[in-house]
């Protein structure tokens, strides 16, 4: 039997191998191309790439909100990072993913990739984020309006706009 010593017969079907692939590149390349394929639509590569891709975010976020508020509100001071966001100071945030949209996979991979401009971005809550681009309400600046307040202003516009 030839190569009856594994070893050798280790180092002779590594030598052939790669005699073989050098020679049928082609056909080396569709059967990697076809593994991969099958190896990635497993459930359990699935959910390494998708835990790789949230770790990833994550850090990305991080990295940003660290950079443009050090990981805190502007207004109100809230660090919980599932409720922080950042804001386009000067507005325009829209058009600017319009812009940025298929370069980039969100706002916090672009920021991550591109040099820190502290003059036209700011971290804040959703609250403080919303009473701003909703309502106008500069918190910390003006004050907020109550519940009864708004309640009051939309059976008003309600009743004017029937009559």
Not at 10 to 32: T, V
Not at 33 to 53: L, M, P, V
Not at 95 to 124: C, M, Q, W
Request: net charge positive.
């Amino acid at each position: 039997m030839p190569h009856a010593d594994p070893q050798k017969r280790r180092e002779y079907q590594k030598a052939y191998q790669a005699q073989w692939r050098k020679d049928n590149r082609s056909k080396w390349a569709e059967i990697q191309r076809s593994s991969d394929k099958n190896r990635s639509e497993t459930k359990s590569r699935i959910k390494a790439i998708s835990d790789y891709r949230t770790r990833r975010h994550a850090r990305q976020r991080i990295h940003v909100l660290q950079q443009y508020g050090g990981g805190k509100c502007l207004f109100c001071g809230d660090s919980r990072y599932e409720v922080l966001t950042i804001d386009h100071i000067h507005g325009g945030g829209s058009a600017h993913r319009k812009e940025f949209y298929g370069k980039y996979k969100n706002i916090y991979d672009l920021l991550s990739r591109t040099p820190f401009v502290p003059d036209t971005y700011r971290v804040l809550c959703w609250n403080c984020h919303m009473a701003m681009t909703r309502y106008g309400v500069m918190p910390g600046g003006s004050k907020f309006k109550t519940f009864d307040w708004w309640e009051s202003f939309s059976k008003l516009r309600y009743r004017e706009g029937k009559q």
